[in-house]
């Protein structure tokens, strides 16, 4: 029985998807629940799973196509790879299947025999076994034979002639587009400014050198800098509320809760999974869920719910080994906070130079909404609970 294989019901706001990676192609055999296929939306990607047992018996939507809710993609023969088993050959019919497909292979390959792995390697990566020289007992051609050829002709075709200038035109892909779409409208409706400030690193690291390990042990995931600086926003928002609101047509929106999202770089493009009511988080309870935040987004595993609604936005450019930089506000949000690489300069404290493992804050904010008196506030009492931690336990 032929089954359809649709497109799922779309996240909303969301109007059609790309059809991104096909994981089977036709005469695969495919199991219930086995992802087939990836979509990809301007937001996230989407996974599609086969409705029964089967065969992969047509792929109607090819990659790259533009698809909609409930569009059918692929058909598959419910039951067929039973059938196929059922009707399996012997042993000894596919050896002598086996031995009939080598001497054929051996008379068009210039009476070179082929091992069945590298009758499929030669397969896969359409070589001319003519060409290649076996190494196998009696001059058979192996599989790693196949591979070395391959490797070779890359790696001769990857070095362009000398004055050659190459170029490659790819599409982009729906989350870049919209990412791009998102960044340039900030740009263009916001009258947006940054103010930098640094902070003295040491007292973390030293907290972060002495309990990691007992911390690790007892929860079961890495201390960073991330759950510090989550826990020292949250501080200074309550201290500078406007930092945390955000602007609906001519209305000020001040929210009382605190989701702060954390930006993730992905191979697809950047993407700001939230941490939900921070302020009720104990510090273990935020790196969990920044961890588990940062898998999803690179796995493409992130739902719509989980990157919507923050009211401030954290983003590491260190991590990179960015040392300074402006980040772009996250709209609707009103403000960003950009960390940077932690780098030793000499700073003067007390009329002595000495040598501290310093960091740059850059905190861009909506100017329309935040004056510099706030966004000073902001920034000058997070460089205080990070210089003095025992403030984050304090509250104060």
């Known amino acids: ?54 065969i992969l018996k047509e792929i109607i939507k090819d990659s790259g196509a533009t698809v909609k809710a409930q569009e059918v993609i692929a058909i598959i023969e419910e039951g067929a790879a039973e059938k196929t088993e059922t009707k399996s050959e012997t042993k000894s019919d596919a050896k002598k299947t086996e031995t009939k497909q080598e001497k054929t292979e051996t008379k ?26 076996g190494t196998g007992k009696d001059g058979r051609v192996t599989k790693e034979n196949i591979l070395s050829n391959t490797a070779k ?34 740009t263009q409706n916001t009258a947006m400014l940054t103010t930098f400030n640094e902070v003295n690193m040491a007292p973390v690291m030293d907290i972060r050198a002495r309990y990691k390990e007992k911390f690790e042990k007892k929860y079961n995931v890495r201390l960073g800098f991330m759950s510090f600086f989550v826990r020292a926003c949250v501080e200074a928002l309550k ?13 000020i929106v001040y929210h009382g809760y605190f989701d702060i999202g954390v930006a993730v770089s992905t ?31 690179r796995t493409g595993k992130l739902s719509l719910e989980e990157m919507q609604g923050g009211t401030f936005t954290i983003t590491n450019g260190g991590v990179f080994g960015s040392l300074m930089a ?20 000499a700073v003067v404290e007390k009329g002595q130079v000495v040598v501290r493992p ?16 706030e966004s000073v506030t902001f920034l000058v009492a997070i460089k205080e609970l990070l210089e003095d931690p025992t403030r984050l336990l304090l509250e104060i």
């Open 267 to 297: 191979d697809r493009g950047l993407v700001v999974p939230v941490i939900r009511d921070a302020d009720r988080l104990s510090m273990a309870e935020i790196e969990l869920k920044i961890t588990e935040a940062a898998e999803k987004a």
């Open 326 to 345: 402006t980040p772009i506000i996250n709209a609707p949000q009103c403000a960003i906070l950009g960390m940077h690489k932690i780098q030793e300069r």
């Open 239 to 251: 201290r500078a509320p406007v930092v945390n609101a955000s602007i609906d047509g001519n209305d």
């Open 153 to 186: 002709k890359t790696s001769d075709s990857s070095q362009p002639a000398l004055g050659e200038r190459t170029e490659k035109r790819v599409p982009m892909t729906r989350i870049r587009h919209r990412i791009a779409e998102r960044l340039l409208e900030v």
């Open 108 to 133: 068009s390959t210039g009476n070179k025999p082929l091992s069945p792995a590298a009758r499929r390697a030669a397969a896969e990566h359409e070589v001319d076994v003519s060409d290649v020289k």
């Open 358 to 373: 310093m960091m740059y804050l850059a905190l861009s904010y909506d100017h329309r909404l935040i004056d510099g008196k």
């Open 1 to 54: 029985m032929s089954l359809e294989v649709k497109v799922p019901l779309l996240p909303e706001s969301i109007s059609d998807a790309t059809v991104a990676t096909w994981h089977k192609k036709p005469g695969d055999k495919v199991t219930r629940d086995e992802n087939i296929v990836d979509l990809e939306t301007d937001k996230v990607m989407l996974e599609v799973p086969a409705p029964a047992d089967g």
